[in-house]
């Protein structure tokens, strides 16, 4: 998943620090929504550390009425498929589902280039894919199926 839209007229220092606006904020939540009405829920987030990945989470994880641990890692803030790949050694095999969030461009070529289909992830767009593998780090080097693509825009309100 791609982080919900962020606020640019900020004061933050960096662009690591930037949080997100007033739409990602009721974005994040709907798509939290959708996802476990859809019976896509996960057992585990591994996300970027930026502020904006982590307000998309601490919004989403309510949603899911579940104690789903997060881990917060710097090497995928602004990184891509590499950067996941690296970070699947670190997934435990029991989890038979991840929320990995992240930015853009990497997400939307990770993905693209795990399914072979070209995606373009916009804010807070989540998309399902489906793998197979022994272990995560067998998995991500294989190509995936997309199950599904959720965008804010398209649900209902």
Request: charge should be negative; hydrophobic fraction near 40%.
């Amino acid at each position: 998943m791609r982080h919900a839209k962020s606020a640019w007229d900020t004061e933050a220092s960096t662009d690591h620090a930037r949080p997100l606006n007033k739409r990602g904020r009721g974005d994040a939540p709907r798509i939290a929504d959708e996802l476990v009405r859809r019976g896509w829920i996960p057992e585990l987030c591994w996300s970027s550390d930026a502020q904006r990945t982590r307000q998309t989470w601490e919004l989403m994880e309510p949603q899911f009425e579940a104690d789903i641990p997060a881990t917060f890692v710097d090497v995928l803030y602004l990184a891509g498929l590499g950067a996941l790949q690296g970070e699947a050694d670190e997934w435990p095999s029991s989890a038979g589902t991840i929320l990995s969030l992240g930015h853009n461009p990497g997400w939307s070529e990770a993905a693209s280039r795990l399914t072979g289909v070209a995606l373009g992830m916009t804010t807070a767009n989540a998309a399902m894919l489906e793998g197979e593998g022994a272990t995560w780090s067998e998995a991500i080097v294989r190509p995936w199926r997309l199950a599904g693509l959720l965008r804010p825009r398209e649900l209902g309100d």
